[in-house]
Each structure stands twice: as structure tokens, then as C-alpha cells.
């Protein structure tokens, strides 16, 4: 994953916390080989909301240079356009600093 990806879910970090819906999400991010099932039991067999989020953001920052466009794409399949677009836009905010 690109670093101004990295700094776009850090940046709407608490948004995707209490925003993310995770089960259709998760599908989808299977579905399209940026989890794999073993990835998606961790996240599933977390407790809470907060958890399951906090699992699926760390492992989405570590799959590789797809995976944030595929998440972005899944984002819109499963309804959740409204989170989509404002990762958009926070790319697209300002030049990210190195």
C-alpha cells in the first residue's frame, strides 16, 4: 500500500472505526484475494465492533500495493460509498508530505 493511502485511513482512522460495516465488506476483500479467508476468521472472531475494525485497518495496511483501491472498490459494492468517498477525498485534499 501507497503511504498517502496509509495517511488517508490514518487520517479518517476514528471515522472508519464507528463507520465500517464489516460483514459484506469482508466478503468482498475475500472474494477479491486481498484477504484471505484465515484473515477474515481474525476479524471475525473479534468481540467488538471496535475490535473487528481495529483488526480489518491493520491488516488492510499490510496487503499490499492493491489493496487500498480493491478496499475503496469494495467500499461501493457494499454500500458504504459514502466512506469511499471521503477516502477519496482526503487523497485528493493536499500533497502528502515524506
Given at each position: 500500500m501507497e503511504?498517502?493511502?496509509?495517511?488517508?485511513?490514518?487520517?479518517?482512522?476514528?471515522?472508519?472505526?464507528?463507520?465500517?460495516?464489516?460483514?459484506?465488506?469482508l466478503d468482498l476483500m475475500i472474494e477479491k484475494e486481498i484477504f484471505t479467508p484465515n484473515m477474515g476468521e481474525e476479524v471475525s472472531v473479534k468481540h467488538t465492533k471496535k475490535d473487528k475494525a481495529t483488526q480489518f485497518l491493520f491488516t488492510l495496511i499490510r496487503r499490499g500495493p492493491k489493496a487500498f483501491d480493491t478496499f475503496v472498490e469494495c467500499l461501493n459494492e457494499s454500500s458504504q460509498d459514502f466512506i469511499a468517498d471521503k477516502l477519496i477525498s482526503t487523497l485528493n485534499e493536499e500533497p502528502m508530505q515524506q
Open positions: 503511504k498517502r493511502h496509509q495517511e488517508s485511513l490514518r487520517k479518517n482512522w476514528v471515522f472508519l472505526m464507528d463507520s465500517l460495516i464489516l460483514e459484506d465488506l
